[in-house]
């Protein structure tokens, strides 16, 4: 579903040169969760971006579900986001003028899906993170950790192939954490390809394969035996 070869980004030129990713190489399948660990500058975020079409890579190939992002015009790669691409931002990116449910069906909606089913998904989603009792409040209303998990009802809700999270639980007590987890790890056995930037190995541990990025460069790869689902019997 995602394929990165060799995957180069540079930011500005000359002395002022930042080169944010080197020659990185990430496949996710479907059905599969992968995570990126490394510390803060590692180039976690800025590959989950290129991944996710938002940034494109200044050297390398980026395909999507087989085809070459490079090849598609800006209207495809917006149909592309909107119907296949989940993303979970650090900063939430919700609209301050949409309700909870309002936030999370607004996809459902733009993609021609009609008002009142989407938002039942909506509320259906939100019901699994413990919000239900929150749909109707406005993002100001809601302390961080719940404008998080509505950040996340908005990225799994619907039929997305591809799920892109950057630290999920960053703002999220232990149990809500786990929550999320679950839900990133439902949408993955449905089918879809789901990768995690994080600097926490307890979050890493969800994953079926971690990738370590140090300095833009992939510096090992792991295929953990068991992760807390199995040893937690969940």
């Known amino acids: 579903m995602i394929a990165l070869r060799a995957v180069t980004k540079v930011f500005g ?20 969760l992968v ?11 800025t590959l989950l971006t290129i991944a996710g079409t938002l940034e494109r890579a200044s050297g390398g190939t980026v395909h999507i579900g087989g085809r070459d992002v490079a090849e598609l ?13 989940g993303y979970v931002f650090q900063d939430f990116n919700l609209l301050a003028g949409l309700t909870a449910v309002e936030n999370v069906a607004l996809p459902l909606e ?5 008002v009142k089913a989407a938002r039942a998904a909506g509320m259906e989603i939100l019901a ?11 993002p100001d209303d809601l302390s961080g950790g719940e404008r998080q998990r509505v950040a996340i009802a908005r990225a799994v809700v619907g039929e997305r192939q591809i799920l892109l999270a950057d ?20 949408a993955c056995k449905r089918g879809v390809a789901g990768m995690v930037g ?22 090992d790869r792991s295929e953990p035996r068991t992760g807390p689902e199995s040893l937690l019997g969940r």
């Open 73 to 85: 015009s800006k209207d495809d790669l917006a149909r592309l986001r909107r119907r296949s691409i």
């Open 110 to 114: 733009l993609d021609g899906h009609g």
């Open 128 to 138: 699994e993170l413990g919000l239900a009792d929150r749909a109707r409040h406005y």
């Open 167 to 186: 630290e999920p639980t960053g703002a999220l007590d232990s149990v809500n954490g786990d929550a999320v987890m679950r839900l990133m790890r439902a």
């Open 13 to 32: 030129s000359g002395p002022a040169e930042v080169r944010a990713l080197c020659e990185v190489d990430v496949e996710v399948r479907p059905g599969e």
């Open 35 to 45: 995570a990126v660990m490394g510390p803060s500058g590692s180039g976690k975020t």
């Open 198 to 219: 994080t600097h926490d190995a307890q979050l890493a541990a969800w994953a079926d394969r971690v990738i370590f990025l140090r300095d833009g460069r992939v510096v």
